[in-house]
């Protein structure tokens, strides 16, 4: 899927958007626009998706827009809107969602938040 436009517009941005809910079939998602309670601050033609976690309380949520932001717990990150970054997004989301990956917080002794980064869920690889 060629996601890459110079300018974002409703058509691509929907087009992401059916992809993604085809891909996450298997699961419960939400979508949301600016127009839903709690969603006022995003873009006009952006949308966010969230996904129930089969396996915690804690949501998966893929805001899209001119990019692509994934948020799990304390983590989350940027993917842009090419081929590749869509991909690589597409395998993170899978991998936390099937509970192969995980996110892991480093947190001072303060409970500050230092830094965050997706991690195997099987600690004898790390």
């Known amino acids: 899927m060629d996601v890459y436009t110079e300018k974002v517009d409703c058509t691509n941005v929907k087009s992401v958007k059916e992809d993604l809910l085809k891909f996450l079939s298997d699961y419960e998602v939400y979508v949301y626009t600016r127009a839903d309670n709690g969603y006022e601050y995003l873009g006009r033609f952006s949308f966010m998706l969230v996904i129930k976690n089969p396996y915690s309380n804690e949501t998966l ?19 842009f809107a090419f081929d590749n970054d869509y991909e690589q997004m597409k395998r993170d989301i899978k991998g936390l969602l099937s509970g192969s990956i995980g996110a892991l917080s480093v947190m001072d002794s303060s409970n500050k938040l230092i830094v965050t980064d997706l991690c195997s869920a099987d600690f004898t690889k790390m």
């Open 61 to 79: 949520d893929i805001e899209l827009g001119g990019s692509f932001t994934v948020f799990f717990s304390n983590w989350h990150a940027h993917y």
